[in-house]
């Protein structure tokens, strides 16, 4: 049926010329149009969703990305119909404001206004609008800023055609949620501007994204939730001291530990997501120090898929879990790598002066340009005795080659084998080899 734009604008230009039959249509069409009407404000008051698709607008640079999204998703099979797309920020605004979405879908790094002012933008301006971010850039500030700015996911590069289904289909339930209670109060009902002025964007450039609240509404639970917060549990310190020093065994109560540490905050979908992007960007900055790439912490691991998901408690433990884990084990492997290098150097710097009676641990760790202190923890841990064991052994072993094979005097092998006095060059062989220097070269002792 044809519905016309202006109830009093189709009597005027009809009534004059039209008869009976014609007029009863036209009040038809008339009542008809007023019914609609009313209905679009009821469900722009109480946020009905359910009589219309979902609208959806997508902002992309790549036109690859941007056409493969648009041409691959069945939005119509998952209540979406696609009202739009444009290569920035700035070519987005006017279209935004007249297509007015339920949901954006904005990359981040976009020539002229990226998608973080965009968003700061459409926050403000039409807030009941759902922005999912999508991200090529691994690096914690963007996230941070998205989640603060209220964005609704933030997913990594490469995003596939299920990621970004099962996204829109949490979106669109979020919606269909909300929108089985009114809001508080109206909402002020504010356009964009055709196109954007310098000084918009320069504040949506300046402003604090967690000052922001849209007038004349009141937070719902979730939000709530976070305002009740202690930050200083989120503080990244905790996961950094744990990845320097933690074990892998106990990764899982760590885990469970601190997630319960978040309270109510860990019962948000949103809160949840930006705890476990800062989880991984943490692990991956951790491992790049050790020399590691971000595929060495990430490839293989089953919790890699959920990063940029929404994402519940348990979910957060497990990924958090997992991620140290591997983090931790790369580090173990790291240094026992570390500890073959040192240790490597320090047996070669041995079997050169272990002869020399003024050998000590503080010498080889000076050589090796490591403390006194680590070079005798890692030698013990890569070679099963400590420093002064190992040095002995390799002098007594000396001493028996030398006892065997020629005739020179107890006094003189002591001499090459580091032992200025042979009485206590004797005392040690007999309290390592069971028997004295003489008798172990009459064969008493063949060791």
């Known amino acids: 049926m044809h519905r016309p734009a202006y109830g009093n604008q189709l009597l005027t230009q009809h009534a004059g010329r039209a008869g009976e039959q014609e007029k009863k249509r036209l009040l038809l069409d008339l009542l008809d149009w007023i019914l609609n009407n009313l209905y679009d404000k009821i469900s722009k008051k109480y946020g009905r969703q359910d009589r219309q698709m979902l609208k959806v607008?997508?902002?992309?640079?790549?036109?690859?990305?941007?056409?493969?999204?648009?041409?691959?998703?069945?939005?119509?099979?998952?209540?979406?119909?696609?009202?739009?797309?444009?290569?920035?920020?700035?070519?987005?605004?006017?279209?935004?404001?007249?297509?007015?979405?339920?949901?954006?879908?904005?990359?981040?790094?976009?020539?002229?206004?990226?998608?973080?002012?965009?968003?700061?933008?459409?926050?403000?301006?039409?807030?009941?609008?759902?922005?999912?971010?999508?991200?090529?850039?691994?690096?914690?500030?963007?996230?941070?800023?998205?989640?603060?700015?209220?964005?609704?996911?933030?997913?990594?590069?490469?995003?596939?055609?299920?990621?970004?289904?099962?996204?829109?289909?949490?979106?669109?339930?979020?919606?269909?949620?909300?929108?089985?209670?009114?809001?508080?109060?109206?909402?002020?009902?504010?356009?964009?501007?055709?196109?954007?002025?310098?000084?918009?964007?320069?504040?949506?450039?300046?402003?604090?994204?967690?000052?922001?609240?849209?007038?004349?509404?009141?937070?719902?639970?979730?939000?709530?939730?976070?305002?009740?917060?202690?930050?200083?549990?989120?503080?990244?310190?905790?996961?950094?001291?744990?990845?320097?020093?933690?074990?892998?065994?106990?990764a899982g109560q760590f885990a469970r530990d601190y997630v319960d540490s978040l309270r109510d905050a860990a019962d948000s979908r949103l809160f949840c997501q930006y705890v476990m992007l800062n989880a991984r960007f943490l692990a991956i900055a951790y491992v790049e120090e050790l020399g590691y790439s971000q595929a060495d912490l990430l490839d293989g691991l089953a919790a890699a898929e959920m990063t940029g998901q929404p994402v519940s408690r348990s979910g957060l433990e497990e990924y958090i879990e997992e991620i140290l884990k591997r983090a931790v084990s790369l580090r173990e492997k790291e240094t026992k790598s570390r500890h073959r290098g040192i240790i490597s150097e320090a047996i070669a710097f041995i079997e050169e002066h272990y002869a020399e009676e003024s050998l000590s641990l503080k010498d080889v760790a000076r050589f090796t340009n490591v403390s006194a202190s680590y070079f005798s923890a890692a030698f013990s841990q890569e070679m099963g005795e400590t420093f002064v064991e190992y040095l002995t052994r390799k002098r007594m072993e000396r001493a028996k080659e030398l006892l065997r094979r020629t005739d020179k005097r107890t006094a003189e092998i002591a001499s090459e084998t580091g032992y200025r006095d042979p009485h206590y060059f004797s005392f040690v062989f007999r309290k390592t080899q069971g028997c004295t220097p003489r008798d172990y070269r009459m064969g008493g002792k063949q060791g």
């Open 57 to 250: 607008f997508l902002v992309e640079d790549e036109a690859i990305i941007r056409e493969g999204f648009r041409d691959i998703i069945p939005w119509n099979q998952h209540g979406y119909v696609f009202v739009g797309e444009a290569a920035d920020g700035e070519q987005a605004l006017p279209l935004i404001r007249s297509t007015r979405p339920d949901v954006l879908i904005t990359d981040i790094r976009m020539p002229f206004m990226d998608g973080l002012v965009l968003s700061r933008l459409v926050r403000r301006e039409l807030p009941d609008t759902k922005i999912i971010i999508i991200s090529g850039y691994d690096d914690f500030e963007y996230a941070r800023q998205a989640l603060r700015i209220g964005v609704e996911q933030y997913l990594l590069k490469p995003v596939t055609k299920a990621m970004l289904i099962r996204t829109l289909v949490e979106v669109k339930e979020k919606i269909q949620e909300q929108s089985l209670k009114p809001p508080y109060q109206e909402q002020t009902g504010n356009r964009l501007p055709e196109k954007p002025g310098e000084e918009q964007i320069s504040q949506a450039l300046r402003e604090e994204p967690d000052q922001e609240e849209t007038p004349g509404t009141q937070p719902d639970a979730e939000e709530q939730s976070l305002r009740n917060l202690d930050m200083s549990k989120t503080d990244p310190e905790i996961l950094r001291k744990f990845l320097q020093s933690g074990m892998e065994e106990e």
